[in-house]
């Protein structure tokens, strides 16, 4: 079983990359803005709250939150080709409740056309301990493979599981093999919309049977990762580094606050590191001329995001504030939120017209990383559709914007779908005969990015 000792308190900082400077009468202001948490001493005293307008990071006091964690397995019919898939995702799941912190509340779903809870039942949660770790493993021993498939009742079951405890980070961890063929697509969409701010979770696809495409829906409307695990083997060390991520988990429920000014609108609001997520449709009211944009639960890491503005045109020589963007957290008692961190977002017209036109590197950066991850998806769907030219257009073009930025693994993966003739140019061929792993891997992991050099 993992020891985990109980996690420090993370500090968070707010940094704001961007080209301030605008031509006459321009209105479209960018920046990227990197959010760090970072582990401090547990119980440290915050500090003063923040000035109003000025960037500064505080610490959350009190020592990291307690969690709770609903693995939710699927069992239909197809999980039993080979035998291996369902002995294997026991073991898995054995092996995440190994890594679970003492104390920490758990449950597990069994899904198939239906959900059902395995342990401990009764709508309830059990509390992390060596008994509790021992009764749940014996109740996995009982999972065999039949029925159908309708993620949306296992997630519902999970986000009712979760409304019971208190903890501030709430987690799934759900695995399927196959596709969500036994409810209708507006069904799951509205189990992703009424557990969407309940709780993160991360979805992973085991073998090449399933949708990818449906995988990666539920991780990106629930703040979670998506992977493919195409070898069953492979499931037991994936679900432990899992919950090991979430166990590094301090504080839930954070949000992206943006602030503008009377006159100005936000365009967009995207998660680029480490993922390509959109986030402009989640945005919640937060009073007048603001907005919270979830970002879920954090632990010691770091994310970028980018921001588009649109600010009113002005004359030479005139500035502005763009966007106040600010980190809040809840408060349980209903008060003001807290505020964690602040960043400003400015725009400086002027007639230098090298100072206007230049793109800020960080935001040059991640506008390709973005397009990059949109060329390999419409790439592959093009590819699947039979449409030659165009998929090699598309793909051709993500080999080009992968070698710019030193996507070394996106490369790579590429290189498995298309022959490069000339990356510096985008010259690619496709491959005649390209495995199912290899083409649900590239579409898998086409949104994960690489860092800017700052």
């Known amino acids: 079983m993992a020891n985990f000792s109980k996690p420090s308190v993370p500090r968070f900082s707010v940094d704001v990359y961007q080209n301030v400077s605008l031509p006459e009468g321009g209105r479209e202001v960018n920046a990227v803005v990197t959010v760090t948490a970072s582990g401090t001493a547990a119980g440290e005293t915050p500090v003063s709250p923040l000035p109003a307008l000025s960037p500064a990071s505080v610490p959350l006091g009190g020592g990291a939150p307690d969690a709770a964690v609903v693995i939710m397995v699927d069992c239909s019919g197809s999980m039993d080709y080979p035998p291996a898939k369902m002995r294997s995702a026991r073991e898995a799941t054995a092996a995440a409740i190994d ?25 309830r949660l059990a509390a992390a301990g060596a008994m509790t770790r021992g009764q749940a493993k014996e109740a996995l021993r009982k999972l065999s493979p039949g029925g159908g498939t309708a993620i949306g009742t296992w997630l519902r079951l999970a986000e ?79 679900f432990t580094g899992m919950m090991e991520s979430v166990m590094g988990k301090e504080v839930g429920d954070v949000s992206l606050r943006l602030w503008t000014p009377l006159g100005a609108e936000v365009l967009f609001v995207k998660q680029c590191a480490p993922t390509v997520e959109e986030l402009t449709g989640q945005r919640l009211a937060a009073g007048p001329r603001a907005g919270d944009y979830p970002t879920g639960s954090w632990g010691d890491e770091s994310r970028d995001y980018h921001v588009c503005i649109r600010v009113p045109s002005a004359g030479v020589g005139q500035e502005m504030l763009a966007a106040r963007v600010s980190l809040v957290l809840p408060t349980p008692d209903g008060s003001p939120p807290q505020v964690l961190a602040q960043g400003l977002v400015r725009a400086v017209w002027t007639d230098d017209l090298t100072a206007s036109t230049s793109i800020n590197p960080q935001v040059a950066h991640y506008t390709g990383q973005a397009e990059l991850a949109q060329a390999i998806q419409q790439g592959l ?44 140019n985008g010259t690619v061929r496709l491959k005649a005969n390209v495995s199912k792993e290899a083409e649900m891997t590239l579409e898998t992991r086409s949104t994960k990015t690489v860092r800017v050099k700052k």
């Open 99 to 123: 890594a679970l912190r003492e104390g920490v509340a758990f449950a597990v779903v069994a899904g198939t056309h239906q959900a059902r809870e395995v342990y401990p039942g009764g709508g």
């Open 160 to 238: 009712r599981l979760l409304a019971s405890s208190q903890a501030s980070v709430r987690h799934g961890i759900l695995l399927t093999d196959g596709r969500n063929e036994h409810e209708e697509a507006d069904a799951l969409r509205a189990s992703l919309d009424t557990c969407a701010g309940r709780f993160t979770c991360d979805a992973r696809g085991v073998g090449t049977d399933y949708e990818v495409k449906e995988v990666m829906r539920i991780a990106s409307a629930l703040l979670g990762t998506a992977e493919i695990v195409a070898d069953p083997a492979g499931l037991a060390a994936d």
């Open 381 to 424: 769907d093009l590819r699947k559709a039979g449409d030659v030219d165009g998929a090699t257009a598309k793909l051709g073009r993500a080999v080009q914007l992968a070698s710019r930025s030193g996507h070394d693994a996106t490369a790579k993966l590429l290189a498995k779908v298309v022959d490069v003739v000339d990356a510096a």
